[in-house]
């Protein structure tokens, strides 16, 4: 997994690749700093391929993370694959999905 961190209006998380159990430990890591304060952060997943069950509970609490300090999170540009994993779990209501 890659993660590429654009600073702008809001910040913006490129994730490329798979984010599944051998990658969310560094991605939670990478993104640690930027869902520490009340930012508004953006992950763009147009490069994401897959998500696991440990990656969705990581995109799920960096959204807690946000929310507790001020900020939002939103994602877009999810593939088909992936938008179904969020819609078959629930995550597409509790998550703002562009």
Request: net charge negative; with cysteine.
């Amino acid at each position: 997994m890659e993660v590429n961190i654009i600073n702008g209006d809001k910040i913006t998380v490129e994730l490329i690749g798979r984010l599944d159990t051998a990658s969310v430990a560094d991605f939670d890591e990478e993104i640690a700093e930027v869902i520490a304060d009340d930012n508004d952060v953006v992950f763009d997943c147009k490069d994401l391929e897959y998500i696991s069950s440990s990656g969705l509970r990581s995109v799920l609490n960096a959204h807690k993370q946000l929310k507790a300090a001020g900020g939002s999170l939103e994602l877009q540009n999810l593939q088909p694959a992936v938008k179904s994993v969020f819609d078959l779990t629930g995550f597409s209501v509790i998550l703002k999905i562009l």
